[in-house]
């Protein structure tokens, strides 16, 4: 302890950026024992945690990280996957800068202990130990149908196994992840580590149907009659549009479907990609990690150029510091103060540029918000092949939803009460269908405490 005094902050090694632009792996090495060991021996093991304050799952993380540097990896391992339904995962994903290390209180000046990154080496460490998650020997009588199967459904069927409740899971794509595995490239969180966790809830019994579209293949009152309850972990799919001229021209794209035609070309050499960026001028509208994910994304497919337009400062940019970092060391170039005022387009309607205005960011008002302040006059045009709209996304809100009695606020998003059950008592959902879209972590929690809540109502 206290050796944060003897040791500097050290984050985990990243891989060459010429030779991690060649393909889709993570860029970041998890940390060898030795390194796990001292960086986690810097945590002064503070009487009140504010590290503990700010993760959303309330991890036990002083103790993972006494137990670390105790070299007790046992331990460590249990205590982390504890609260959590997929550690490794989170150490690899979560924004830590925002939430965990932001607070943690060397982050005054020593710099804060790497977190998520111990978290990650716990998780592996483990797993090379032979370490499994724990669940249910004994599966009860009880059975919930998990709709979806991104971050929110896959922590739901985790805690629901781990109670002992059968789950059936459906899924309307190929494979199960979801966000994790559709939305966030490879060089951030591998195929393999979310594969890993499925196959695990395989194994203690969960029953997996992929291709499996509820609404379509399945009908929601079906299972509303066949199973104990339902969860709800259907994302939020629908992308928001900067409503502006000629958005629907050709060569405009979302986010989500460059993310994922890359990855199902990955996954599968005989997938025909629908968007080709090799050799062309790429322009990605947004700020977010989203953003960022399909800057490097599109700089890995061979983009001959990549601009990143951004209507704030990169003060004010929402994403991780981190991820910016990383696109610029990738070679992405960055547009700030730009605001899209319409689409460019050619006479067979492809997308030929994009008119910006120019912004500044107002003084920071009582709250210590700043604002976008548009330039009058200030248009000026980047000539684009291809666009890629990252401006975040909305609950989809589909009919399923009303024909079951699930409400919806004005903007589409599920509502709950406190246990995460909706308007039809046997129906529960969480992550971005109820909240929209935020982080794993907020889905993990959501799925979390869904599940809790359902295995108290039916195992009472
Ligand atoms: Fe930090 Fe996220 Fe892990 Fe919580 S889940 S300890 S916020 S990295």
Same mark, same amino acid.
């Given at each position: 302890?206290?050796?944060?005094?003897?040791?500097?902050?050290?984050?985990?090694?990243?891989?060459?950026?010429?030779?991690?632009?060649?393909?889709?792996?993570?860029?970041?090495?998890?940390?060898?024992?030795?390194?796990?060991?001292?960086?986690? !021996?810097?945590?002064?093991?503070?009487?009140?945690?504010?590290?503990?304050?700010?993760?959303?799952?309330?991890?036990?993380?002083?103790?993972?990280?006494?137990?670390?540097?105790?070299?007790?990896?046992?331990?460590?391992?249990?205590?982390?996957?504890?609260?959590?339904?997929?550690?490794? @995962?989170?150490?690899?994903?979560?924004?830590?800068?925002?939430?965990?290390?932001?607070?943690?209180?060397?982050?005054?000046?020593?710099?804060?202990?790497?977190?998520?990154?111990?978290?990650?080496?716990?998780?592996?460490?483990?797993? $090379? $130990?032979?370490?499994?998650?724990?669940?249910?020997?004994?599966?009860? +009588?009880?059975?919930?149908?998990?709709?979806?199967?991104?971050?929110?459904?896959?922590?739901?069927?985790?805690?629901?196994?781990?109670?002992?409740?059968?789950?059936?899971?459906?899924?309307?794509?190929?494979?199960?992840?979801?966000?994790?595995?559709?939305?966030?490239?490879?060089?951030?969180?591998?195929?393999?580590?979310?594969?890993?966790?499925?196959?695990?809830?395989?194994?203690?019994?969960?029953?997996?149907?992929?291709?499996?579209?509820?609404?379509?293949?399945?009908?929601?009152?079906?299972?509303?009659?066949?199973?104990?309850? @339902?969860?709800?972990?259907?994302?939020?799919?629908?992308?928001?549009?900067?409503?502006?001229?000629?958005?629907?021209?050709?060569?405009?794209?979302?986010?989500?479907?460059?993310?994922?035609?890359?990855?199902?070309?990955?996954?599968?050499?005989?997938?025909?990609?629908?968007? +080709?960026? $090799?050799?062309?001028?790429?322009?990605?509208?947004?700020?977010? !990690?989203?953003?960022? !994910?399909?800057?490097?994304?599109? @700089?890995?497919?061979?983009?001959?150029?990549?601009?990143?337009?951004?209507?704030? !400062?990169?003060?004010?940019?929402?994403?991780?510091?981190?991820?910016?970092?990383?696109?610029?060391?990738?070679?992405?170039?960055?547009?700030?103060?730009?605001?899209?005022?319409?689409?460019?387009?050619?006479?067979?309607?492809?997308?030929?540029?994009?008119?910006?205005?120019?912004?500044?960011?107002?003084?920071?008002?009582?709250?210590?918000?700043?604002?976008?302040?548009?330039?009058?006059?200030?248009?000026?045009?980047?000539?684009?092949?291809?666009?890629?709209?990252?401006?975040?996304?909305?609950?989809?809100?589909?009919?399923?939803?009303?024909?079951?009695?699930?409400?919806?606020?004005?903007?589409?998003?599920?509502?709950?009460?406190?246990?995460?059950?909706?308007?039809?008592?046997?129906?529960?959902?969480?992550?971005?269908?109820?909240?929209?879209?935020?982080?794993?972590?907020?889905?993990?929690?959501?799925?979390?405490?869904?599940?809790?809540?359902?295995?108290?109502?039916?195992?009472?």
């Amino acid at each position: 302890m206290q050796n944060f005094l003897n040791y500097d902050r050290s984050e985990p090694q990243k891989r060459n950026v010429l030779k991690r632009l060649k393909d889709f792996n993570e860029i970041y090495e998890v940390f060898n024992k030795s390194k796990a060991q001292v960086q986690a !021996d810097r945590c002064v093991q503070c009487g009140d945690p504010y590290c503990l304050n700010a993760c959303p799952l309330s991890n036990f993380i002083p103790q993972w990280l006494k137990k670390t540097s105790g070299k007790d990896i046992d331990f460590a391992f249990k205590i982390s996957n504890d609260t959590s339904p997929f550690p490794e @995962i989170m150490g690899r994903v979560c924004p830590q800068d925002r939430l965990c290390e932001g607070d943690c209180t060397l982050n005054d000046g020593y710099g804060a202990i790497t977190i998520g990154s111990i978290e990650t080496f716990i998780s592996e460490e483990g797993f $090379k $130990k032979g370490l499994k998650p724990k669940f249910s020997t004994k599966l009860t +009588d009880k059975r919930v149908a998990v709709i979806g199967s991104g971050p929110a459904s896959l922590s739901a069927a985790t805690f629901l196994l781990r109670s002992g409740i059968n789950v059936d899971m459906f899924e309307k794509d190929d494979r199960a992840g979801g966000l994790l595995t559709y939305g966030i490239p490879g060089f951030k969180l591998e195929k393999d580590v979310v594969k890993r966790r499925v196959d695990w809830l395989v194994e203690a019994g969960m029953n997996l149907h992929v291709n499996s579209d509820v609404g379509k293949d399945v009908l929601l009152e079906d299972l509303v009659s066949k199973y104990d309850a @339902i969860f709800l972990g259907i994302g939020a799919t629908k992308w928001n549009k900067a409503r502006i001229e000629n958005e629907d021209a050709k060569n405009s794209y979302s986010a989500m479907e460059l993310l994922k035609d890359v990855q199902k070309g990955i996954f599968s050499d005989s997938y025909e990609k629908k968007i +080709d960026v $090799k050799g062309k001028n790429v322009v990605v509208i947004g700020g977010g !990690d989203t953003a960022m !994910d399909c800057v490097r994304t599109s @700089i890995r497919e061979g983009a001959l150029s990549v601009t990143c337009a951004y209507r704030r !400062d990169e003060e004010n940019m929402p994403g991780s510091k981190k991820e910016f970092v990383n696109a610029t060391e990738e070679g992405a170039e960055f547009s700030f103060n730009s605001s899209p005022k319409r689409i460019i387009t050619d006479e067979d309607g492809s997308v030929t540029g994009v008119e910006f205005l120019q912004t500044v960011m107002t003084e920071p008002d009582e709250s210590g918000r700043s604002s976008v302040k548009i330039i009058d006059g200030s248009e000026f045009i980047v000539q684009t092949d291809i666009l890629i709209m990252a401006l975040g996304f909305s609950p989809l809100n589909p009919e399923f939803l009303a024909k079951n009695s699930v409400k919806t606020d004005s903007r589409g998003k599920i509502e709950v009460n406190e246990a995460f059950q909706t308007s039809n008592e046997k129906i529960y959902a969480g992550g971005d269908c109820h909240r929209g879209a935020h982080l794993v972590v907020t889905a993990a929690l959501e799925g979390r405490e869904a599940a809790m809540a359902i295995s108290k109502k039916l195992l009472r």
